[in-house]
């Protein structure tokens, strides 16, 4: 019991950062145990999701709404641009409906291609990794669906509540969805792009990505494209969505 309030402790004193917690518990530093009401799970816990600790830096502390039971199910990550095209969004909506029947679906409650994976998963599984405190709303625009997700499904953060969003808590948070999925879904990426940290992430775990194809002049999905001449799996068609 102490290891886990000293995990908690640290991560509230230091909002989160791995690095610093990590520098933490190696020194065994002083720490006194705040009021928090919140609902987490730490790497010493029994109930910490399996999946996490192949990474290289697994989350020392994971703090959630809803059902962590759902880390143990197969998933899928659907991921892409935050500015979809109406290709893009259409192909996000019909790949999750087909995958969401067999997979709880992963993502990162983002704008764009995220948002629209866990809408169009809601009445199955779905989990969404954050990256900030989950009692913030970022983007407002999927705060409807965050609050659905916190009951019925499961959102996840490394960060303690009141933690807000910073630029670089977003390709930390990547890794999380990357080792949780047992495959990754691109849907659409441009070159530069958080998509493209979560796919490399998936790579260095022999996680298989797979791609939707797009129109050579078309440069928000240049990346995806990319990935395809690299290897990564195409998606041709509703015969190869089903057999994933």
């Known amino acids: 019991m102490q290891y886990r309030e000293q995990i908690l402790a640290y991560a509230i004193q230091y909002k989160g950062d791995w690095y610093k917690m990590r520098e933490a518990i190696k020194e065994n530093k002083a720490w006194n145990l705040p009021a928090c009401s919140c609902t987490y799970v730490t790497?010493?816990?029994?109930?910490?999701?399996?999946?996490?600790?192949?990474?290289?830096?697994p989350?020392?502390?994971?703090?959630?709404?809803?059902?962590?039971?759902?880390?143990?199910?197969?998933s899928v990550a659907v991921i892409g641009s935050r500015q979809p095209t109406a290709y893009?969004?259409?192909?996000?909506?019909q790949i999750t409906k087909i995958l969401a029947l067999r997979y709880c679906i992963v993502s990162g409650l983002a704008k764009g291609i995220d948002g629209i994976a866990h809408r169009e998963a809601l009445a199955q599984h779905t989990i969404g990794i954050m990256g900030c405190g989950l009692d913030v709303y970022y983007p407002k625009v999927n705060a409807d669906i965050q609050q659905i997700m916190a009951k019925k499904q499961l959102v996840l953060s490394e960060?303690?509540?009141?933690?807000?969003?910073?630029?670089?808590?977003?390709?930390?948070?990547?890794?999380?969805?990357?080792?949780l999925s047992d495959a990754v879904i691109v849907v659409e990426a441009g070159m530069r792009s958080g998509t493209m940290l979560t796919v490399n992430e998936a790579l260095s775990l022999d996680i298989p990505i797979y791609c939707v194809p797009h129109p050579m002049d078309q440069r928000e999905g240049k990346g995806s494209n990319t990935?395809?001449?690299?290897?990564?799996?195409?998606l041709v068609?509703?015969?190869d969505i089903r057999m994933i």
């Open 43 to 57: 790497i010493v816990d029994p109930t910490y999701p399996c999946k996490f600790r192949r990474l290289q830096c």
């Open 59 to 74: 989350p020392w502390i994971l703090f959630y709404e809803g059902n962590l039971a759902l880390c143990e199910q197969r």
């Open 88 to 93: 893009g969004s259409k192909m996000c909506a």
């Open 159 to 179: 960060y303690p509540p009141h933690t807000p969003p910073k630029p670089y808590h977003f390709p930390w948070r990547n890794r999380l969805i990357a080792a």
């Open 227 to 234: 990935l395809i001449a690299q290897g990564a799996m195409i």
């Open 237 to 239: 068609d509703e015969q």
